[in-house]
Structures are given as structure tokens and as C-alpha cells.
T-cell receptor, first 113, second 108 residues
Framework: DAGVIQSPRHEVTEMGQEVTLRCKLISGHNSLFWYRQTMMRGLELLIYFNNNVPIDDSGMPEDRFSAKMPNASFSTLKIQPSEPRDSAVYFC???????????FGEGSRLTVL | GENVEQHPSTLSVQEGDSAVIKCTYSDSASNYFPWYKQELGKRPQLIIDIRSNVGEKKDQRIAVTLNKTAKHFSLHITETQPEDSAVYFCAATQKLTFGTGTRLTIIP
């Protein structure tokens, strides 16, 4: 398996634009986590899904952020409209529920000008 | 929810010496405590983990200790090497809440 795959790896956009980040889980994994990493706040959990169902979205900053899991292997994180303070590296990670180890993608570095 | 605090935020250690990073957590129901290593520009990767039914676990130069009563756990790296330089994150619970990270620098 190629591991967790994220796209795009880098995104530069202007304030107000819509941003969509994508994540493909490892085959057989059934939990999906979206994290945001910044120097100031470290790794923040935004939302996690179990068996395609959102379990906890309390980390989602505000209504501008939304996440979906249309099928068992794919997820999107959307920011609309984007703001400069959204600039960060966004990681998704997957695991088998209860197994413990999270497998991270390589991250999507977002810069909002 | 869970709150995880990690200390120190930065740590410089002479090559060959030991490094210790400490974390405390708030939720007494937490039962899983992993440590992740993140090299510059790369993804976090699991290096060791411990579950609440044991007090210590060791894997070569890396060990983790857990004190459930005091709600703290620590990462110990012995005989440090330059390739140990990275940011280390602790985490707690199944819905992993991460600490703020420790930037470890090994001085040759």
C-alpha cells in the first residue's frame, strides 16, 4: 500500500478563495483524522471520522471549515472562504479503530495571501 | 476533553547523553499513550507507545514510562545520536490529542 495520500502538497491562494484538500486512506483503515499544524499551536485535531461518520468535529475552527467522507477511502477538507490565519500544514491520518498507531500523510502546506 | 501538556519545548543534548521529555494528561480515562517523531518537513511517525496496563516499555534506545496515578508519562532516549534530532510529540487517548511538541537537538 502507498500509505495515506494527500493532495495538493502545496497550495498558495488568495484570501477569500475556496480551498479543497484531499486525502486517501490506507486500504482497510476505518478511522480518519484531520490535523492542522502551526508553529504556535502545534498539532490540532480538527475532526475525525469512524466508518465514514463524523465522530467529533469540535476542533473545526468555524463554519468556514467543512469535512466530508463520501466513501470509505476518501475524505476532503474544505475552507470557504479562506483567510491568511488558515495558513498551516494540514495532515490527514488514518488507522484501524482501536489499533493505536496513526499513519500520517505527507501533509498539505497551505498559504493564504 | 483531554488536555496534554508537554515539557520542555526545546532540549539540547550532547551526543551520547540521554534525553527525557515529559507529558501530563488530564483525562483519567485515557488508556493509550504514543510518541511520534517528526523530522523537519516530514510527517509525524510513531516511535513507541504504551497502554495503561503497563508501567514501562522499551525498544532499543527508546523507552516510555507511565504513571497513571500522577497522570504523566515520559520518553527516554539513551545514547543519543545526531539522527535523533527532531520534534517529538506525545499524545493521549484514542482520539489522539497531541502535546505541543519538543524540539530535540543533538549536539555532535
Amino acid at each position: 500500500d502507498a500509505g495515506v495520500i494527500q493532495s495538493p502538497r502545496h497550495e498558495v491562494t488568495e484570501m477569500g478563495q475556496e480551498v479543497t484538500l484531499r486525502c486517501k486512506l490506507i486500504s482497510g483503515h476505518n478511522s480518519l483524522f484531520w490535523y492542522r499544524q502551526t508553529m504556535m499551536r502545534g498539532l490540532e485535531l480538527l475532526i475525525y471520522f469512524n466508518n465514514n461518520v463524523p465522530i467529533d468535529d469540535s476542533g473545526m475552527p468555524e463554519d468556514r471549515f467543512s469535512a466530508k467522507m463520501p466513501n470509505a477511502s476518501f475524505s476532503t477538507l474544505k475552507i470557504q472562504p479562506s483567510e491568511p490565519r488558515d495558513s498551516a500544514v494540514y495532515f490527514c491520518a488514518s488507522d484501524i479503530t482501536g489499533a493505536g498507531e496513526l499513519f500520517f500523510g505527507e501533509g498539505s502546506r497551505l498559504t493564504v495571501l | 476533553g483531554e488536555n496534554v501538556e508537554q515539557h520542555p519545548s526545546t532540549l539540547s543534548v550532547q551526543e551520547g547523553d540521554s534525553a527525557v521529555i515529559k507529558c501530563t494528561y488530564s483525562d483519567s480515562a485515557s488508556n493509550y499513550f504514543p510518541w511520534y517523531k517528526q523530522e523537519l518537513g516530514k510527517r509525524p511517525q510513531l516511535i513507541i507507545d504504551i497502554r495503561s496496563n503497563v508501567g514501562e516499555k522499551k525498544d532499543q534506545r527508546i523507552a516510555v514510562t507511565l504513571n497513571k496515578t500522577a497522570k504523566h508519562f515520559s520518553l527516554h532516549i539513551t545514547e543519543t545520536q545526531p539522527e535523533d534530532s527532531a520534534v517529538y510529540f506525545c499524545a493521549a487517548t484514542q482520539k489522539l490529542t497531541f502535546g505541543t511538541g519538543t524540539r530535540l537537538t543533538i549536539i555532535p
